[in-house]
Each structure stands twice: as C-alpha cells, then as structure tokens.
C-alpha cells in the first residue's frame, strides 16, 4: 500500500533554513505528481506546492513563493521541500500528498497523504 | 483564486441521522472538487473525488453531487466514527479548500 513518510520538522527560527523530506513506497514514485499541503495549528489545510512526476514544472502558493522551493530524487523515491526565509506564519503540520493524476503533468486530487512533518517558527 | 466556501460550520446530530454538508465556489470548477475526511490528530483521508466518485474503501453511506459552483457530501446514516472534520477541495483552477465542516455526534 502507498506510504508517505515526512521527516525534518522541527523548531526553528524566524529567518532561518528547514529543509523537509518525504519517503514514498508502495506505488511507482517516478510516474506521480506530489504536492505538500500545509495546516496551521487548529486551521484548515493550505496547499502550498506541486511537482509533476518529471520534475519538469514547480507550482507555488503565493504565499511561500520566492522562499520555498519543491524537489524531488526520483531515483531515492523521495520529495523534498527547502524553506528559507521562514516566518511566524509558516508554522504548520506539512503534509506530503500523492496526485492521483500520474504522468499528466498537471494536477489532480489527492488520493494519499503522509501523517505530516510538524515546523514551528518561533524565536 | 476560486474561494471555496462551506457551511454550516458545525453540525451536529445523532447517530443513524443523515448529514448534509455544503460547498459552494467562488467560480465554476466543473466537476474538479473532492472531499477528504480528518480526523483528530490524522492526516486527512480522500472521500470523493470528481465530484461524486467514491474513493477505494469508503462505504456507500457517503455520497457525493453537484457541478459548476454547488456541491454536497451526504453522509446518508451517521455512525459515531464518522466524528471529524470535512473539507471541500477544488483542482480545477489553482488548488483551494473550503474552511470545513465539522460533524460532531450526540
């Protein structure tokens, strides 16, 4: 069955650096759109980025663009997500999500979701 | 942004009742709208996807409808585990949610 396994949250502060990883298993990494998908403590859930299955193109939510940047390492079965320049506001639970669209290039619902990577900003 | 928006907030009702949950959009989306299921201290968990299509696993208590701008998640028989919050999501234009809707049990 699909796996998704976030890793790398922590406390940081304002300003600084956090890099995020996601693991994937169960299905065919390479040939899947991936997206993470963010949730501030007792709020809704924002997206915030997508990746097609090549790697080809990067969507950003405008509110992380400019400081975050989505990746992934098809041969390690692997998303990443680099946040720079975090702020109070990024604080949230990232959640890694499969795309349910395959080699589309664009994107669809999600049909898995890892149980989330928890980043605190704060000084 | 398509801006999702849905109501009620809360609901609350007994089990064996039937729920009604809405989400209307900013602008059309087709029938580029699913709707997931979180749970306290879970991930969210796809219920519905393409409007009305139920996903892998999921009872047929749960329905899905609409097209363009309306849409509705009908949990037909409430049980106590289906306690959680509900979010509307749209792929139609950018990627959006909808506040929730949270359904708690008596």
């Known amino acids: 069955q699909v796996q998704l396994v976030e890793s790398g949250g922590g406390v940081v502060q304002p300003g600084r650096s956090l890099r995020l990883s996601c693991a994937a298993s169960?299905?065919?990494?390479?040939?899947?759109?991936m997206h993470w998908v963010r949730q501030a403590p007792g709020k809704g859930l924002e997206w915030v980025t997508f990746i097609p299955y090549d790697g080809s193109n990067k969507y950003y939510a405008d509110s992380v663009k400019g400081r975050f940047t989505i990746s992934r390492d098809n041969s390690k079965n692997t998303l990443y997500l680099q946040m720079n320049s975090l702020r109070a506001e990024d604080t949230a639970v990232y959640y890694c999500a499969k795309d349910s669209g395959g080699k589309s290039g664009s994107w669809y619902h999600f049909d898995s979701w890892g149980q989330g990577a928890l980043v605190t900003v704060s000084s | 942004e398509t801006m999702l928006t849905q109501s009620p907030g809360t609901l609350s009702l007994s089990p064996g009742e039937r729920a009604t949950l809405s989400c209307r959009a900013s602008q059309s989306v087709s029938s580029y709208l699913a709707w997931y299921q979180q749970k306290p201290g879970q991930a969210p968990r796809l219920l519905i996807s393409?409007?009305?299509t139920r996903a892998t696993g999921i009872p047929d208590r749960f329905s899905g409808s609409g097209s363009g701008t309306d849409f509705t998640l009908i949990i037909s028989r409430l049980e106590p585990e289906d306690c959680a919050v509900y979010y509307c999501?749209?792929?139609?234009?950018?990627?959006?949610f909808g506040g929730g809707t949270k359904v708690e049990i008596k």
């Open positions: 169960g299905f065919t990494f390479s040939s899947y759109g």
């Open positions: 999501h749209q792929y139609g234009s950018s990627l959006t």
């Open positions: 393409a409007a009305s």
